[in-house]
């Protein structure tokens, strides 16, 4: 059997015909090959007739028929299949063969997959396939990225069956392991989100503007020949040009409950693990997740209220501003998608080349646009441009756009229009040019309930809070400091009213009232009057013995001796009112001070005391050591059952195991690296499928 196939096929839907017969339109001989042989027949007997077209009715057969290195692309379902069919492949392969993923894949599973085949000398592809079923016949946008080895063997048919964009080709090498189907992923929710814009551009329109299909579509083909030329913009106008048999708009019968596969949603998740603002995308995610309560969403609106649209104004101007505002939009949401790209980047080590993506994204594929050749620029003028919105192109547009833009938010909440996209865009560009936010207040609310920390301004940085450190304060005692407990009255850390010159310190509240005589209300309305006895600013707890005062050295009472009386001990967030009725004196004498009112406490072991603090303290520290800052749920859940077995800590959102292995977000398997001790990433890496797998049974459990 000669080996005359320059490439190899796996999987003969609509998709992987059509890139055989695109690879074939370009002098390429291609072998085709699908799982049910019987595809195989029929491809050849209609499609592919007269082509330099093969059949393979076995993978076994596949690989002889291609030439080496073999080059063979998978498009089958993503998940399961891709790993059964190279698991099929593999036993007729050499070293330096190359497998290549076209399908939808997450890229965790091209990552592991780049790493699995590797060590198998197979060089592995996870590409981005983008324009659909036309895209994919006469020129798709493909984001190809993994074992770089493999780009000098697949660059030229890669390229030629590309789309091209003023003649360069929408294909270029994105980067290692998964970088490609990330890409890709990415792509998607930017979809989602330019989708989600038009859509709601469409109703402020009809609902807003009262404006007929027809018209809309008109408004929709005069935008396509400005800024927002795009293929969504121009199959929008054409859904609202068309009509059914009957001649009523065929959109207006279709029920207005969105689906999606998942990879808007898997965008949106990353953000999230990541810790990045992709707020356009995730609110295009949530409003098909609203529009999927169609039965819910009918019952509501029968009976919760709101405005009724009714413009007034001049209506081509308002049109104007919603273009303008479109388009803004659109920036803010590529701007987003770039930021995560490069945060991405630098988590898991990539080098993405991001004019290169820009251009990929110019034709072939859901999001081209004209708009994309400015995004394509402002990389090649500055591949290191912190943001798309600090290049003066589009720093300039923005600022054109945004009267019209505020407009059309304002409107759309006046009118009762839910503007989701719009309206995030704007929240997003206005939080980011903010220079002070009021996080500061919500990180204090975090330090206050759960003792999160905060870091201190470089302008406010202090000896006692300095610059960089994570700082914690005792908020229930600066409550106290300011005069207010429960937000009702004077706190134990207010001096009363008694013209006593006790110092009550910051640092060491009530010290100086250890000994005196106070009355305090509790949340129950319990009154109660004692001496105070300890004052704790770590537990925030008091104590008071409620022993009737002693006498006076002036007193007549010749009764002299202590009375007993009992302890209470309270949480300071249990008392509505606490005063100081006089303070003790400490230079008196015995009889004349409070240690009277004491019961007698003998053969207490300081020493003894003052370690259980010390290993408390040290506990307390630990503890807050072990909880990550910025992570996911499940990210400490996976720290807190690796940290069991191994020596853990977190360094901001990754996992440091042994000192010398990393774990990095999502902390999967294939997100740990060491640059020392391989040994070690391999126990690493075996502890934590263990507790991966532990951790999926229990979610399903709790699942079913």
């Known amino acids: ?235 929008s106008r054409d859904v609202l040009y068309y009509n059914d048999e009957d001649g009523a708009p065929l959109v207006e019968k279709i029920l207005d409950s969105a689906g999606q596969k998942g990879t808007g949603k898997w965008t949106a998740i990353n953000a999230l693990d990541l810790g990045m603002p992709v707020t356009l995308i995730g609110e295009a995610v949530f409003a098909r997740c609203l529009s999927s309560l169609k039965a819910e969403r009918g019952r509501a609106a029968k009976v919760l209220g709101g405005p009724t649209p009714k413009f007034e104004g001049d209506k081509a101007e308002f049109l104007e501003n919603l273009e303008q505002a479109l388009y803004a939009s659109k920036i803010i949401s590529y701007a987003q998608g770039f930021m995560l790209m490069q945060t991405a980047a630098k988590d898991f080590g990539w080098k993405l080349n991001k004019p290169s993506i820009a251009l990929m994204w110019r034709g072939g594929c859901i999001i081209r646009s004209v708009f994309l050749k400015d995004i394509t620029a402002a990389y090649r003028k500055n591949p290191d441009l912190e943001n798309l919105l600090f290049d003066d192109f589009f720093n300039k547009a923005i600022h054109k756009a945004q009267p019209g833009w505020r407009d059309v938010v304002s409107k759309g909440a006046l009118w009762g229009i839910p503007t989701p996209a719009f309206s995030t865009a704007l929240s997003f560009y206005d939080g980011y040019r903010a220079k002070d936010l009021p996080a500061n207040l919500l990180q204090a609310q975090r330090d206050y309930f759960g003792a999160h920390t905060f870091r201190i301004k470089p302008e406010c940085a202090t000896e006692k809070m300095p610059e960089g450190k994570d700082i914690h304060v005792n908020w229930t005692d600066l409550k106290r400091q300011s005069g207010t407990v429960g937000g009702k009255a004077s706190g134990p850390g207010s001096p009363a009213n008694t013209g006593s010159t006790n110092p009550l310190s910051l640092e060491a509240p009530l010290v100086g009232a250890i000994g005196a005589r106070v009355r305090l209300t509790t949340t129950l309305s319990n009154t109660l009057e004692g001496t105070l006895f300890v004052a704790d600013p770590i537990t925030n707890l008091i104590a008071i013995n409620t022993a009737p005062p002693p006498p006076t050295p002036s007193s007549n009472n010749t009764n002299s001796a202590a009375q007993p009386g009992d302890y209470h001990i309270i949480h300071v967030n249990q008392i509505n009112s606490f005063k100081i009725l006089f303070l003790g004196d400490s230079s008196s004498s015995k009889e004349s001070s409070f240690e009277s009112a004491f019961p007698k406490i003998s053969n207490v072991n300081l020493a003894a005391a003052k370690q259980r603090e010390e290993a408390a303290v040290r506990r307390l520290q630990e503890n807050e050591q072990r909880l990550g800052k910025g992570v996911s749920r499940e990210g400490q859940e996976i720290f807190d059952a690796i940290s069991k077995t191994l020596p853990s800590r977190w360094h901001e959102t990754r996992i440091i195991v042994l000192d010398r292995v990393m774990i990095s977000p999502p902390y999967e398997v294939e997100n740990c690296k060491t640059d020392k001790d391989f040994a070690a990433l391999q126990r690493v890496k075996v502890v934590l499928g263990e507790e991966r797998k532990k951790l999926a049974d229990r979610m399903g459990r709790k699942g079913g």
């Open 1 to 235: 059997m000669s080996a005359e196939g320059d490439f190899g096929l796996i999987g003969l839907a609509v998709m992987g015909q059509n890139l055989i017969l695109n690879m074939a339109d370009h002098g390429y001989t291609v072998v085709a090959h699908n799982r049910t042989i019987s595809k195989v027949d029929r491809f050849l007997a209609n499609e592919a007739q007269g082509k330099s077209i093969i059949g393979a009715w076995s993978i076994e057969e596949l690989c002889k028929k291609l030439k080496k290195p073999r080059k063979i692309m998978l498009l089958v379902m993503a998940g399961k299949p891709v790993d059964q069919f190279i698991e099929a492949i593999l036993p007729f392969l050499e070293q330096g063969d190359i497998i290549i993923d076209g399908g939808n894949s997450h890229f965790p599973d091209s990552n592991r997959r780049t790493k699995y085949l590797a060590e198998k000398g197979i060089r592995f592809v996870g590409t981005g396939v983008s324009g659909g079923e036309e895209g994919a016949r006469y020129g798709p946008s493909l984001m190809p990225g993994g074992n770089e080895e493999a780009w000098p063997y697949i660059k030229d048919i890669f390229q030629a069956i590309a789309a091209k964009s003023d003649g360069e080709p929408c294909c270029d090498w994105v980067g290692d392991d998964g970088a490609g189907h990330y890409v890709k992923m990415v792509h998607n929710g930017i979809e989602y989100g330019d989708m989600q814009l038009i859509s709601e551009a469409y109703d402020i329109m009809k609902r807003g503007l009262g404006m007929p299909n027809k018209e809309i579509g008109d408004v929709f083909a005069k935008w396509n020949t400005g800024v927002l030329d795009s293929f969504l913009i121009e199959i």
